[in-house]
């Protein structure tokens, strides 16, 4: 079931603490640049403090080659906009996606 029509079902909304009724918010990487003078990639997306947040690239996305980039891996939310920077050489080609999960502390609650 998808109540706002943006093409993510109202389960996933619920584990990224968007509002399914609102068309607008949804987990997404909000922006991603690139400054190939000094080999810069910037990644930003907003979270949830309720949530954890991991990225993750890949070289080739359709082979399911998929691997967790160091440092951005079950980052707790801020409730705000969330910043990833990589300052090593820029690969020819990477491809970026974001999961967020519920941490297990929610799982256990009474």
Known sequence: MDGDGDS?????EYVSDTDPLDAAEYCR???????NSVSV???TWPSSSNRLYTLR???TP???GWSNVADCT???????VMVWTNRTPIVPRRF???SVELPLRLYLSP
């Open 29 to 35: 990487i909000a922006s991603l640049g690139v400054s």
């Open 62 to 64: 359709g082979a399911g």
């Open 96 to 98: 970026y996606r974001l």
């Open 57 to 59: 690239h890949s070289g």
């Open 8 to 12: 993510v079902p109202n389960g996933h």
């Open 74 to 80: 079950d980052l707790p939310g801020n409730g705000s």
């Open 41 to 43: 990639v910037r990644i």
